[in-house]
């Protein structure tokens, strides 16, 4: 490993590519931590004699093979997924009986229609991955809440029950912003909630 004193913008402003795994992501900075960067920035501006501030240590491997590194990456990332899967309990997320109706009904043709999708439960939601795919179920008290990761202009027929949600940032996956918020009620409901799905995923196969 080869350590170097350089300065951050260096890094940002290059030609290179950064994929950053999953399993990292949970590391992000909250508002908090950047105010307290910048307040020490700050400081160290105003103070006379060198200007420099440390803002820590950056680990990243360099190879021009970006499609098998990616591809690897992305096996890694999805084997850490199946862990962390592994080590949550869905009956920890907290639902009412009509949410808890809903999601049976929508747990069962989630796995039937898309076997290899990881299910994910979160403190107050359950997130489905697959590469470049994301939904994330938020149980409300009379249903659910569906952020499913298709841009709005993308959706075929969209109706009142379809939200653009483009500005909005996903509960759980901070990292992805837009797509579209279905509020599910009903059974009635419940097939053109699938049928978002069923195109979301669809589109991120094809491009795959």
């Not at 890094?11 to 399993?23: E, T």
């Not at 862990?83 to 639902?95: F, I, N, Q, T």
């Amino acid at each position: 490993m080869k350590a170097q004193h350089v300065f951050f913008p260096k890094i940002m402003n290059g030609a290179a590519q950064f994929v950053i795994p999953v399993f990292q992501r949970d590391y992000s900075w909250m508002e908090e931590n950047c105010r307290q960067l910048w307040k020490d920035i700050l400081l160290i501006a105003e103070a006379p004699g060198e200007r420099g501030h440390f803002i820590g240590s950056v680990v990243y491997i360099q190879s021009p093979r970006l499609d098998a590194d990616t591809k690897m990456i992305r096996e890694m990332e999805r084997d850490e997924l199946k862990v962390r899967a592994a080590s949550r309990r869905l009956d920890k997320v907290e639902m009412t009986d009509e949410a808890r109706f809903l999601f049976d009904t929508l747990q069962d043709r989630i796995k039937t229609d898309f076997p290899e999708v990881i299910e994910m439960p979160e403190s107050k939601s359950i997130s489905y991955h697959a590469q470049d795919f994301f939904l994330e179920v938020i149980p409300r008290k009379r249903g659910l809440s569906l952020l499913v990761g298709i841009d709005y202009n993308e959706v075929d027929g969209p109706d009142e029950k379809v939200e653009d949600t483009a500005n909005y940032s996903f509960v759980t996956n901070a990292s992805y912003q837009g797509g579209v918020l279905i509020n599910l009620r009903d059974q009635d409901q419940m097939e053109h909630a699938m049928r978002v799905i069923v195109q979301a995923h669809t589109l991120i196969s094809g491009a795959g």
